[in-house]
């Protein structure tokens, strides 16, 4: 039978055990200063076992882990749960903070969608001298084209016109009350369709097509209920109450105030309504419109269905989307994004400087044990590697304890009570993509935290480190 061999890796050195003698190959020979030369056998062993790169891998990543583990097991319990609690709430502040931004940038812009502008705005286009239009033409057949396009729940002809309203309380003209303002007219049944501003009366009633001397009006207009522009407003006009309306064509009409709506949207809040019909007898025209809102079924970006709609033949018409007519409020919007990226870079460093003292003060108080197992033949990256194993620990953990106190407490909790934002009730609003960027972000922060302190440590020299 022949001979077995054990092979074995010995730091830098492969020892190849034949029976019970033991032969080192290439080790010195100390009396003649020679090295013994290894067989054929034994250099072809030799050789394969140098070429196994992914055998080295594996042993070092082995080793790492070991270390890593004995780390946690024999370090201060106190250090690591403070440490770990510092990840959760920075953790947590990124994404609680940022789920409040925007779930506030959400309400906004749904806002402007159901109770302003709905999806997509029609205007009239330029005439051939290069001026626009003051109204839509042939408003029935431009509707019967706009339904036809896959995707659109609905559609809304509107004229709007400049005028000034005034109220008397008293009706003894000592406290005439005026504002100038435009005074759009509706379709009730048809702009339910594309606006929900007839789920938020808080009094009276919403419009019915046979109404002719009854208005509706915001609460920005009407003053009370919350208006946030009261200085601006009729000052406390109710319900019942009557205005005079002079239009700018100068007819003058008294209306009832048959309603008061409060979407908490200032730029909804700030009209007025009568019904289409009122509006036609008014300016004297008929099938006409100053705009056109079109609901989509945001199965895709408005600009698919404004591509849709010039298919359709609406060509020479000024078609944009809703947030065309935010930008005021688009301009809060983003810099609610700006605010979120600045609590992600500070909860970051939060993080990351906390893990970078913990395992500096670990590798520095760890110097000898270094040095020592450096001194026996462990390389350096494997001790690089167990300690940004350990700044991954605090990293992970501190994550998954951040999400299952969101997901447990944090989220029900803003659930049953909403913030009161001046745009509406705001609740936690984790987008996916930004959850993912913040465990990432956190991640890749960590390892840096780990890498540079036990980097510096591990190439230190070898005597200096074991004699501090």
């Not at 250099?43 to 594996?58: D, N, P, Q, R, V």
């Not at 501003?197 to 009633?205: A, K, N, P, T």
């Not at 289409?276 to 056109?292: N, W």
């Not at 936690?428 to 840096?448: D, N, Q, Y």
């Amino acid at each position: 039978m022949g001979a077995k061999y054990d092979i074995r890796l010995e730091g830098p050195t492969y020892n190849i055990i034949n029976g019970r003698r033991g032969v080192a190959l290439a080790a010195p020979d100390t009396r003649s200063g020679l090295k013994a030369r290894p067989n054929i056998f034994q250099h072809s062993i030799i050789k394969a076992l140098e070429g196994c790169t992914s055998l080295k891998m594996w042993n070092d990543l082995r080793a790492a882990v070991f270390l890593f583990y004995k780390y946690i097991t024999r370090g201060s319990i106190g250090t690591l749960m403070l440490t770990i609690l510092v990840a959760a709430v920075a953790f947590m502040q990124i994404n609680i903070i940022s789920g409040i931004m925007s779930g506030a940038v959400s309400l906004i812009y749904q806002q402007a969608k159901t109770n302003y502008v709905s999806n997509i705005v029609i205007k009239p286009g330029k005439d051939q001298s290069g001026n626009s239009e003051q109204y839509l033409t042939q408003v029935s057949s431009l509707k019967r084209k706009i339904n036809t396009v896959p995707g659109i729940i609905g559609c809304s002809s509107r004229y709007s016109t400049g005028a000034i309203v005034t109220y008397d309380p008293d009706k003894t003209g000592k406290d005439i009350r005026s504002v100038s303002w435009p005074i759009t007219s509706i379709s009730p049944e048809e702009n339910i369709e594309v606006s929900n501003i007839s789920r938020y009366m808080v009094s009276g009633e919403y419009l019915s097509d046979s109404d002719r001397d009854q208005v509706i009006m915001g609460r920005e207009i009407s003053g009370g209920f919350g208006a946030a522009l009261e200085v601006q407003s009729l000052k406390g006009a109710v319900v019942g109450d009557e205005i005079t309306v002079y239009y700018h064509n100068g007819i003058v009409r008294d209306y009832t105030i048959k309603g008061i709506y409060s979407t908490v949207f200032p730029l909804s809040d700030m009209s007025i309504f009568v019904t289409q019909k009122e509006m036609e007898s008014v300016l004297g025209i008929h099938d006409r419109a100053s705009e056109i809102l079109v609901k989509t079924d945001e199965a895709y970006p408005e600009s698919y269905y404004i591509q849709r709609l010039r298919q359709a033949g609406i060509e020479m018409e000024d078609i944009k989307p809703w947030e065309d007519f935010i930008g005021l409020v688009l301009g809060i919007a983003q810099s609610f994004d700006i605010i979120k990226r600045i609590i992600l870079l500070i909860g970051l460093i939060v993080t990351g400087v906390t893990i970078f003292i913990v395992i500096f003060i670990a590798t520095v108080s760890r110097r000898r044990q270094i040095g020592i197992m450096k001194a026996i033949g462990m390389h350096e990256r494997i001790i690089i590697l167990s300690y940004i194993f350990l700044a991954l620990f605090y990293a992970l953990v501190g994550i998954g304890l951040g999400i299952a106190v969101i997901e447990m407490f944090i989220k029900p909790y803003f659930i049953a009570h909403p913030l009161d934002f001046p745009m509406g009730k705001v609740s936690l609003a984790i987008m996916p993509g930004e959850f993912m960027t913040s465990v990432v972000s956190m991640l890749v922060v960590s390892i840096l935290a780990g890498f540079i302190p036990s980097w510096r440590v591990a190439r230190e020299n070898i005597i200096r480190a074991i004699w501090g």
